[in-house]
């Protein structure tokens, strides 16, 4: 008997290891040169990439290079559909290509998307991918609600150091989680409890203190007394959150506005102000769209009327509202994203550019509206209120806007098909519709992409966007969840000629070992921005050193290094690369 007992035990536990593990997702990595050489004769410039980690779908572009500044406020297009103000702006991009773990190319001709022959000179590359073949990984079961992590829900990718996080944490205003634990499990999950004064209510997605995540700043607002502020809260984990009463001005609640229902998309930070908007798409008959600027203390320093850009009498005189957002708030390099699921309209700000000028246009980097087709409103043959923007009676609806570490943004759109976000350029240009591996027409509620060299860069999606049908969070058999996607984004140099100072690499970057798994070698490639001295160590998960492959002084540029790992067992393994202040580790698994 107790032999029997034994076996079971050793059963369970073993059972209990299958289910139970940390999540370690296998990233998406692109690399290519970073500076290449082209005649600008009409030849055909071919790029050799290398993918590892995932296959995925590349989208490859051509932007103008260090233009930014003699490019004034244009406003072009079909209906003046694009908007840009002092950014490189994209001349051309490919359709997206589907490729396999390895290495393949991207092409360019030298033409601009009209056909017209671009001049000799010097030229911003992209190469944009995310994987579109593979199977969603689970990262987490408890930090989906019905609802997703529309208009609540923020990540921290960087430490309180200005350092890439080894675990981001993924948080709501009364909980968090960090990335890397086990997905099934709830204890994993910290939560306080915020209360607020009588009618007061949180709003939209809050943002952590950058120098110390105990604290985090929320938009509050009173749907009764239709006003909105931000407030500063201790974050008290199994306990009362602690309001910061001496944060702002007066009680309730510091620097008051108005909006209708006492909404608000959000805060969004560029470390020296806290940004934040109303919420007005549902007035039916006055401009009334807002953006505000306060200061770390907790005062408004700057309201911002966007209604020029908002509002639109034309819209609503033709059946639709007057007023489109925002609705949706995201905050990437001191930059802000806004876009609405009422209307066509989304856009790029840049609050320091406008404080610094006092020009209403530099708040505006670019602007996205009806004529491209992307994530238009009334756009069909068959629309009763052809091309009007602010409707909320028709789709695409969009419940989120994330931007990637180039500026690329995805935004989700339910009722544009079987497909799962549109995809805009770093200058607001268009790219189309794009879809994850098995999408469906169904319910979409947002994504999050990560892009700051941690071990969890990806894009993240809650279970509407994994083949839920519409308002699937109402059906007993809902798979609660948020889930990973590969994404990667690279640029370089197109160059006719190239000067030492242009071939070097842009950036310190580290690719994805590959193959992976692997048994027993493994490539390891990665670029120097400069030269200096280099250490690649690999670490087991108990973080112990078990190789130095490299210690020494290297050049700038592309590196390979091979790992042979014969002489260890089969596990989980890190391999860590390091170069005067950066450093990147990545994870890889061998198998016997």
Request: charged content about 20%; hydrophobic content about 40%; aromatic content about 14%.
């Amino acid at each position: 008997m107790k032999k029997i007992i034994a076996l079971m035990l050793i059963t369970m536990l073993a059972t209990t290891a299958v289910f139970a593990a940390d999540f370690a997702p296998t990233l998406l990595k692109l690399s290519a040169n970073p500076a290449v050489q082209y005649d600008f004769d009409g030849s055909t410039l071919d790029i050799p990439v290398t993918v590892s980690g995932q296959s995925a779908g590349l989208v490859f572009l051509v932007f103008t290079k260090d233009m930014a500044l003699d490019i004034a406020p244009v406003q072009n297009g079909y209906l003046g559909w694009h908007y840009v103000n002092k950014v490189d702006t994209c001349l051309y991009y490919a359709p997206i290509k589907n490729v396999q773990i390895g290495q393949t190319s991207v092409s360019w001709d030298g033409k601009d998307q009209d056909g017209g022959v671009v001049a000799a000179g010097a030229y911003t590359y992209y190469i944009w991918a995310f994987d579109n073949q593979g199977t969603k990984q689970l990262m987490s079961r408890h930090v989906a609600s019905g609802w997703g992590f529309d208009y609540t829900t923020n990540v921290q990718e960087i430490d309180e150091a200005g350092l890439p996080m080894a675990n981001p944490i993924w948080y709501r205003a009364a909980d968090r989680w960090t990335l890397g634990a086990d997905a099934e499990d709830d204890t994993q999950l910290s939560s306080t409890t915020i209360t607020l004064a009588d009618g007061w209510g949180l709003r939209g997605d809050p943002i952590l203190q950058g120098d110390d995540f105990d604290f985090f700043y929320s938009s509050v607002g009173n749907g009764d007394a239709q006003q909105g502020s931000i407030q500063k809260i201790k974050f008290v984990p199994d306990g009362d959150a602690e309001i910061d009463a001496d944060w702002g001005a007066e009680a309730p609640y510091g620097d008051i506005f108005s909006t209708v229902g006492g909404g608000s998309p959000g805060i969004a930070t560029d470390g020296t102000y806290l940004f934040t908007a109303d919420l007005n798409h549902t007035t039916s008959n006055d401009p009334d769209a807002e953006f505000y600027i306060y200061d770390m203390d907790g005062f408004m320093v700057e309201e911002v009327d966007i209604s020029p850009w908002w509002s639109s009498a034309e819209d609503y005189d033709a059946g639709g509202q007057m007023n489109g957002g925002p609705n949706n708030f995201e905050g990437r390099g001191g930059y802000v994203f806004l876009n609405c699921h009422c209307n066509c309209l989304n856009q790029m700000l840049d609050p320091a550019r406008y404080l610094d000028s006092g020009e209403f246009d530099d708040l505006f980097v670019w602007s996205n509206g009806n004529g491209d087709y992307t994530l238009d409103h009334n756009f069909e043959e068959t629309a009763e209120k052809a091309w009007v923007c602010n409707d909320y009676n028709v789709g695409p609806y969009k419940y989120c806007i994330s931007s990637d570490g180039e500026y690329f943004s995805a935004v989700n759109a339910y009722d544009a098909g079987a497909v799962s976000f549109g995809l805009y350029a770093p200058d607001g240009t268009g790219l189309g519709y794009y879809s994850f591996a098995g999408e469906t027409a169904g319910w979409k509620k947002g994504e999050i992409i990560i892009d700051s060299e941690t071990p969890f860069d990806g894009m993240y999606c809650d279970n509407e966007q994994t083949m839920g049908p519409h308002y699937a969070q109402c059906a007993d058999d809902k798979i609660v969840g948020i889930f990973f996607i590969g994404h990667d984004v690279i640029k370089g140099l197109i160059s006719q000629g190239i000067s030492v100072e242009d071939a070097a690499p842009a950036a310190f970057t580290v690719a994805q070992n590959s193959p992976n798994p692997f048994n027993p070698t493994t490539t390891i490639n990665f670029t120097l921005a400069s030269a200096g001295d280099v250490s690649v160590d690999v670490f087991n998960v108990a973080g112990q050193k078990v190789d130095t492959m490299v210690d020494g002084f290297m050049a700038a540029g592309s590196h390979s290094v091979v790992w042979d790992a014969s002489s260890v067992s089969a596990g989980v393994y890190f391999y860590t690369v390091k170069s005067g202040a950066h450093s990147q580790t990545m994870k890889m698994t061998l198998i016997k």
